[in-house]
């Protein structure tokens, strides 16, 4: 099955300054990727995601980048403030029938953004 | 409200109880899904219903019995719990190839 791995498994950084978060995966079927944020005691929540046919997408302060040769995707934060704290998770969907819709998640990278 | 909703929030059990968490969702999505959240571990897939049907269940030990009785509720039956079992349990929801999930609050579980 499709395995998702994901970096950095922390990361600080000062407010205003730019955070990354990147993820490979192995299915070259994965079609659909993603990003998952969970705020301290909450649900995830989906926040961003990008589909196969796309390299490229941006909703104001968060963007992803997806390199389907290289098979890795990328979440960029600008101008980061304390309240994006919080755990990411990327994920991506294999295009396989008997998978039904599921989602392989990473691990996932707890983001912390200093004042 | 995200449109899935779990019951109870919190739950502590001892270990010989017997219990249910209850998942709800009224999105019209049909496939439904139990995750196991520990601290410091990643996203565990339990099980997975599509259409009221179960399609996969990830090597989860017998003491967990999940339950699908129709397109909109998904239930996660407990009994005989281990201390090792305390952790955040995620149910979500998705219409297959279309869209990503739409998770619950959670229940988060305690046994003692």
């Known amino acids: 099955g499709e395995n998702v791995e994901q970096h950095p498994s922390t990361l600080s950084v000062q407010e205003g300054d730019s955070a990354v978060i990147k993820c490979t995966y192995s299915?070259?079927?994965?079609?659909?990727f993603p990003w998952y944020k969970q705020e301290l005691g909450k649900r995830p929540q989906l926040i961003i995601d990008?589909?196969?046919?796309?390299g490229e997408k941006k909703d104001q302060r968060i963007a992803v980048t997806l390199n389907k040769t290289a098979k890795h995707f990328s979440l960029h934060i600008t101008e980061t403030q304390p309240e994006d704290s919080a755990v990411y998770f990327c994920?991506?969907?294999?295009?396989?029938?008997?998978?039904?819709?599921?989602?392989?998640f990473g691990r996932g990278t707890q983001l912390t953004v200093w004042p | 409200e995200t449109g899935v909703t779990q019951t109870p929030r919190h739950l502590v059990m001892g270990m010989t109880n017997k219990k249910s968490l209850k998942c709800e969702q009224h999105?019209?999505?049909?496939?439904m899904y139990w995750y196991k959240q520990s601290a410091k571990k990643p996203l565990e897939l339990m099980f997975v219903?599509?259409?009221?049907?179960?399609?996969e269940n990830n090597s989860v030990p017998s003491r967990f019995s999940p339950e699908c009785p129709n397109s909109s509720h998904l239930f996660l039956h407990l009994h005989t719990l281990q201390p090792e079992d305390s952790a955040l349990y995620l149910c979500?929801?998705?219409?297959?190839?279309?869209?990503?999930?739409?998770f619950g609050s959670g229940t988060r579980l305690t046994v003692v």
């Open positions: 299915d070259s079927a994965s079609n659909y």
């Open positions: 219903y599509s259409l009221e049907e179960r399609v």
């Open positions: 999105l019209g999505h049909n496939a």
């Open positions: 990008i589909r196969s046919n796309v």
């Open positions: 994920a991506a969907r294999p295009d396989r029938g008997s998978t039904l819709g599921r989602l392989y």
């Open positions: 979500a929801s998705s219409q297959e190839q279309h869209h990503g999930y739409t």
